[in-house]
């Protein structure tokens, strides 16, 4: 997987939404680098700004501004324990706003949510699932585990190099993922025998 894109100026918007894999994953950044066709200081401002309401600890913040590495991007990776929990929120949050649960659908595994600041608040608040926010920079890896829901938002240009593998701890629970994945909808798009 290779995610070349910018989506700083749109907070509310991911550049990969919220899903999860049914196998553990390496993730690491290979380039990072800032548009040059816009105001370069106002686009290290706003992903400093994103950095400070994700959530990040103090550490990972003064990385990014004393030390002067460039952030890529900005994940959000939650325990696999939780995925039931922010499927609930997901769902809940469709029938408030008037619409209709379907069927053989999956909140998560249909990768149209992104969970902003307010989301990932009230998730925090009516359910106590907190996830890890963690800001990856240039050489950077990043380690998903088989069935952790995560997100990231590109806070820059960048490239991401992504390989796939089955760690010896989580083959019982990729075996289980492979199976809520063909209970899928024939029609959806993670419904692949994988």
């Not at 039931?84 to 990768?111: F, T």
């Not at 963690?134 to 960048?158: K, Y």
């Amino acid at each position: 997987c290779v995610i070349k894109v910018n989506y700083q100026l749109h907070p509310t918007k991911g550049t990969t939404n919220l899903h999860l894999d049914i196998s553990d994953a390496v993730n690491v950044m290979v380039y990072v680098g800032i548009p040059k066709d816009g105001d370069s200081e106002e686009h290290i401002k706003e992903a400093f700004r994103a950095i400070d309401e994700a959530g990040c600890d103090i550490l990972t913040r003064r990385r990014v501004r004393d030390k002067g590495e460039l952030p890529g991007a900005l994940w959000h990776i939650y325990n696999a324990r939780d995925a039931d929990k922010i499927r609930d929120l997901l769902n809940k949050i469709v029938v408030e706003k008037g619409g209709r649960l379907e069927p053989h659908h999956d909140p998560i595994h249909d990768q149209s949510c992104y969970l902003d600041g307010p989301l990932r608040e009230r998730l925090y608040k009516e359910y106590g699932v907190e996830g890890y926010a963690i800001v990856q920079c240039l050489g950077d890896a990043v380690f998903i585990p088989a069935g952790a829901p995560h997100q990231v938002r590109n806070l820059h240009n960048c490239i991401k190099i992504a390989e796939d593998f089955v760690s010896p701890e989580n083959i019982a629970h990729c075996f289980h993922l492979t199976q809520e994945f063909r209970d899928l909808s024939d029609t959806h798009s993670n419904h692949e025998d994988k």
